[in-house]
């Protein structure tokens, strides 16, 4: 079972940056390929960035590409996602979500942690 643990959220201004962090609890994190999507109240939840197990490559939500940064930290079995520029319409709680190298979706989800711009 993968545990995942998100943290950095907070209440910032717009044009702020913040850094989400999301740690897993799983021996072979270098395996998993990480996301971070995000919900805001009274909307589905949608995809935010990916990271792969294997390249590392990424790929963003059209919404955030060219302010937001998906990255691993292997060693430290962490995912982080820098976002800059932040607008009010980013407000949401953002979810970390994992897959295997075998799997299909993500079935793994962390608690989400709850990011508020102010406008």
């Known amino acids: 079972q993968v545990q995942l643990v998100e943290s950095g959220g907070g209440l910032v201004q717009a044009g702020d940056s913040l850094r989400l962090s999301c740690t897993a609890s799983v021996r072979t994190f270098s395996s998993y390929t990480m996301a971070w999507f995000r919900q805001a109240p009274g909307e589905d939840r949608e995809f935010v960035a990916t990271i792969t197990w294997s390249t590392g490559s990424t790929t963003y939500a059209d919404s955030v590409k060219g302010r937001f940064t998906i990255s691993r930290d292997n060693a430290k079995n962490t995912v982080y996602l820098q976002m800059h520029s932040l607008k009010a319409e980013d407000t949401a709680v953002y979810y970390c979500?994992?897959?295997?190298?075998?799997?299909?979706?993500?079935?793994?989800w962390g608690q989400g942690t709850q990011v508020t711009v102010s406008s």
């Open positions: 979500a994992a897959r295997d190298f075998l799997g299909a979706g993500y079935p793994y």
